[in-house]
T-cell receptor, first 114, second 115 residues
C-alpha cells in the first residue's frame, strides 16, 4: 500500500527566504510523485511531477523537487518565497502499475510573512 | 479550453437528506476520479471511472455513497441519508486516460455542509 507523509502541517517563512516543504513516501513499486498547490477556495493545481526521468524536477512558479530513492523523499523547495506562494501544498504518490488513483498527504499550509 | 467543472459549488443539506453532486470532465478525457477533502485533511480517493470499464469503487466509505458516469461524459456522485461526517469538499478530476503518467486535472470542488 502507498502512503505519503508531509512533515509540518504549517510552515511560516519570511518573504525572500527559502521554502522547504517535506514529503516522504512509501510504495511497493517505483512511484510517480506529484506536488499540488491549492489556493483558497480553488481546486488543486499541479506544481510538478516526477515520472522516473530526471531526479531533479522543475515546476511552475520557481518550485522544484528532488526525488531521493534512498531517503524515500520528494521535498519541495523554492529559493525565495513570495507573498503569492501562500497556499496549501499537497504531496501525492501514484503507482506506475495498474492502480491509477493518487494517494495524498495531509497537506502543508505555507504562510509567507513580510 | 474548458477545465473540469463541478456543480453546485456549495450545498447545504439537512441530515438524512440525499444529495447529488455533478462533475463535467474535460472533453476527451476517458478517466474520471472523485476525491473527498475533509477539513484539515488530505484528499481521500473515492471512485475511479475509466471508459466503459467497471469502476474502481474501493474508496467509497459506505453503501450510502454511489456514483455513475455515462460513457465518457458527466458523472454524478450521490450520497444518501447524509450524515454530519459527510461534510467535506468533494473534488472531481479527469485525465486523458488512467495511465499513471497522465496528469489529473481537478475541478474547483463542491463544498457540502450537512446540518
Amino acid at each position: 500500500a502507498q502512503s505519503v507523509t508531509q512533515l509540518g502541517s504549517h510552515v511560516s517563512v519570511s518573504e525572500g527566504a527559502l521554502v522547504l516543504l517535506r514529503c516522504n513516501y512509501s510504495s511497493s513499486v517505483p512511484p510517480y510523485l506529484f506536488w499540488y498547490v491549492q489556493y483558497p477556495n480553488q481546486g488543486l493545481q499541479l506544481l510538478l511531477k516526477y515520472t522516473s526521468a530526471a531526479t531533479l524536477v522543475k515546476g511552475i512558479n520557481g518550485f522544484e523537487a528532488e526525488f531521493k530513492k534512498s531517503e524515500t523523499s520528494f521535498h519541495l523547495t523554492k529559493p525565495s518565497a513570495h507573498m503569492s506562494d501562500a497556499a496549501e501544498y499537497f504531496c501525492a504518490v501514484r503507482d506506475t502499475g495498474t492502480a491509477s488513483k493518487l494517494t495524498f498527504g495531509t497537506g502543508t499550509r505555507l504562510q509567507v510573512t513580510l | 479550453g474548458a477545465g473540469v467543472s463541478q456543480s453546485p459549488s456549495n450545498k447545504v443539506t439537512e441530515k438524512g437528506k440525499d444529495v447529488e453532486l455533478r462533475c463535467d470532465p474535460i472533453s476527451g478525457h476517458t478517466a474520471l476520479y472523485w476525491y473527498r477533502q475533509r477539513l484539515g485533511q488530505g484528499l481521500e480517493f473515492l471512485i475511479y471511472f475509466q471508459g466503459n470499464s467497471a469502476p474502481d469503487k474501493s474508496g467509497l466509505p459506505s453503501d450510502r455513497f454511489s456514483a455513475e458516469r455515462t460513457g465518457e461524459s458527466v458523472s454524478t456522485l450521490t450520497i444518501q441519508r447524509t450524515q454530519q461526517e459527510d461534510s467535506a469538499v468533494y473534488l472531481c478530476a479527469s485525465s486523458l486516460t488512467g495511465d499513471a503518467h497522465y496528469e489529473q486535472y481537478f475541478g474547483p470542488g463542491t463544498r457540502l455542509t450537512v446540518t
